[in-house]
């Protein structure tokens, strides 16, 4: 089963940037969608962005203009770009991709946004 691994998290003031990094032991040039998702203590797990196979993506409204999210399937990784941080985006954040009705989590990456 082909495992995911996050980096790029990390302390960063409110305004600045970070780039999140999956990467992947396996292909995922067939993977049907692969996204990102967040969790702080206390609370579910929220959808983030998703890129598709075919290229297409979604964000969530709170993130809409700020993240970007992308896909390099000759590296097997996913990246999420965040600009215009707020402490509202502290939290893990985790790589998913779906391949039929299989999907896998990685570990998670802690973003904390703070002055």
């Known amino acids: 089963q082909v495992q995911l691994v996050e980096s790029g998290g990390g302390l960063v003031q409110p305004g600045g940037s970070l780039r999140l990094s999956c990467a992947a032991s396996?292909?995922?040039?067939?993977?049907?969608?692969m996204g990102w998702y967040r969790q702080v203590p206390g609370k579910q797990r929220e959808f983030v962005a998703a890129v598709l196979v075919g290229g297409g993506t979604n964000y969530a409204s709170s993130v809409k203009g700020r993240f970007t999210i992308s896909r390099d399937n000759a590296k097997s990784t996913m990246y999420l770009q965040m600009n215009s941080l707020t402490p509202a985006d502290t939290a893990v954040y985790f790589c998913?991709?779906?391949?039929?009705?299989?999907?896998?989590w990685g570990q998670g990456t802690q973003v904390t946004v703070s002055s």
């Open positions: 998913t991709a779906r391949w039929g009705v299989n999907t896998v």
């Open positions: 396996g292909s995922i040039a067939s993977a049907n969608d």
